[in-house]
């Protein structure tokens, strides 16, 4: 596609339940980034994906997230047993292999706990 | 490890004034420096980007930054704001070479008033 497209935008949970957030890298793009931004706080890093080599899970805060992606197509963020403080923005980007070329941005998901 | 400071966390100013936004970085190894813009409700967009060559890199928008060694900084600035410049931006630095996973900074909030 002509960006990278994440779903839902915005997801509403209970305290406990498990949520699914997707990404959709653009077309062709090796690279494929997830990151968590807290109201008010920069980007943290979580995991990254670079075509079939094993991600680097080095950011990810516990071990209720993990994520896949098949290939250099979508990939989905799992965050089991939701807490409060998971409540925040997560963001996908995605960029041509070793890039120089700068990240793509998706608009995010905003996530809530209630 | 990089890290990345943005000094401060917002910056007002009136419309047609000049704007700096300051960054600093550390790190132990040759760095590629990125500035992004965050509009309301959006995913991040790159600003501009410096890899190599001259220190002065001009952007998007009117943007120029400054790459600044010996400082470790990467100053974004832009002679004459609109209120369409309004919005979030954050600095992130990665190493020129190995791992290819942007760090952050905490973001500016831009404010431009009328």
């Known amino acids: 596609g002509a960006g990278v497209s994440q779903s839902p935008s915005n997801k509403v949970t209970e305290k406990g339940k498990d949520v699914e957030l997707r990404c959709d890298p653009i077309s062709g793009h090796t690279a494929l980034y997830w990151y968590r931004q807290r109201l008010g706080q920069g980007l943290e890093f979580l995991i990254y994906f670079q075509g079939n080599s094993a991600p680097d899970k080095s950011g990810l805060p516990s071990d209720r997230f993990s994520a896949e992606r098949t290939g250099e197509s979508v990939s989905t963020l799992t965050i089991q047993r939701t807490q409060q403080e998971d409540s925040a923005v997560y963001l996908c980007?995605?960029?041509?292999?070793?890039?120089?070329?700068?990240?793509?941005f998706g608009s995010g998901t905003r996530l809530t706990v209630v | 490890a990089q890290s990345v400071t943005q000094l401060d966390s917002q910056v007002p100013v009136f419309e047609e004034a000049p704007v700096e936004l300051r960054c600093n970085y550390s790190?132990?190894?040759?760095?590629?420096l990125f500035w992004y813009v965050q509009y309301p409700n959006q995913g991040l967009q790159l600003l501009l980007k410096y890899l190599s060559g001259s220190t002065l890199v001009k952007g998007i928008n009117g943007f120029e930054a400054e790459f600044n060694k010996s400082q470790t900084s990467f100053h974004l600035r832009k002679p004459s704001v609109h209120i369409s410049d309004t919005a979030e931006y954050f600095c992130?630095?990665?190493?020129?070479?190995?791992?290819?996973?942007?760090?952050f900074g905490r973001g500016t909030s831009l404010i431009v008033h009328p």
């Open positions: 992130a630095v990665r190493p020129s070479g190995g791992s290819y996973i942007p760090t």
């Open positions: 980007a995605s960029s041509p292999t070793g890039t120089v070329y700068g990240y793509t």
């Open positions: 790190s132990s190894v040759s760095v590629y």
